[in-house]
């Protein structure tokens, strides 16, 4: 009999349960797909890229801006498992984020195994202070700063809601987040170490503890809606379900992107 590793999911059988690239077999397209509409909607409108935030080559954001600003700042964060994908290659979902007026960021990290899971949970922490101090710059307002993220980036912005932000900065606010949206995320790292992708990532049993948003208490009460489709993995939707947060809609696949301008209040 196979040993029992994390629920009832032995070796095999867990690795498959969170292989989304598996799961999607035409994935690859799709990353071309998102590249050709980022690339165009890069030159067609008003934006800052690549301005840094830090000192790493890839602690970068892209700033879009909106043509009839509310001062709202959205800032988004890309999966890819913590070890692949990039800011650029999601510019397009800026876009209807710029329309609702608000002030669109794409942010980017450190990849794994270059850095570990911990620093570019730093490196978004860094992003986010960043934008809070100098969003003004290009038109935000930072008491208007909301997140969202997807797969890995819903991971980071749980735990940038779990940040207790007047102890990373004195001159930062506890509420400094006015809202986060995380889609397909990875709340609970427990079974990382047992995945082969694990060989990049490099999380120990402590690390993807003391890592998971699912074992952490927000640090204040701004709302976090939490999100997954209707057709991921079993384990992507149990793990959104079992989140401690809010709002546990779970929704069938949407091939356009919407934003409710109520949000950017």
Not at 36 to 47: C, H, L, P, T
Not at 120 to 147: C, M, P
Request: hydrophobic residues 40%; charged residues 25%; proline residues 6%.
């Amino acid at each position: 009999m196979n040993e029992k590793i994390y629920r009832d999911f032995d070796k095999a059988s867990l690795a498959v349960a969170y292989d989304n690239r598996g799961h999607v077999p035409e994935c690859e397209a799709i990353f071309v797909e998102w590249g050709d509409r980022s690339r165009a909607y890069r030159k067609r409108s008003r934006n800052h890229v690549d301005v840094k935030y830090g000192s790493d080559d890839l602690e970068a954001l892209d700033i879009f801006i909106p043509d009839n600003p509310t001062g709202a700042i959205h800032v988004f964060i890309h999966g890819g498992y913590w070890r692949s994908l990039d800011k650029g290659d999601f510019s397009y979902l800026c876009e209807p984020l710029t329309d609702a007026g608000a002030l669109a960021v794409s942010i980017n990290y450190a990849l794994c195994p270059a850095v570990s899971v911990e620093t570019i949970v730093d490196q978004t922490r860094a992003a986010v202070a960043w934008l809070y101090h100098n969003a003004d710059e290009f038109g935000g307002e930072a008491s208007k700063l909301h997140l969202s993220g997807h797969s890995a980036g819903g991971h980071l912005a749980a735990m940038m809601l779990a940040t207790d932000w007047p102890a990373y900065g004195l001159d930062l606010p506890r509420d400094l987040i006015k809202s986060v949206t995380s889609i397909s995320g990875v709340y609970d790292l427990d079974p990382v170490p047992h995945l082969p992708t694990n060989d990049d990532i490099r999380l120990d049993a402590d690390m993807a503890h003391r890592m998971s948003p699912m074992f952490l208490s927000p640090a204040h009460d701004a709302p976090m809606s939490v999100i997954v489709g209707g057709g991921e993995l079993a384990e992507f939707v149990r793990q959104s379900k079992e989140s401690p947060h809010r709002e546990y809609p779970q929704v069938e696949l949407w091939p356009q992107i919407q934003v409710n301008p109520e949000l950017f209040v």
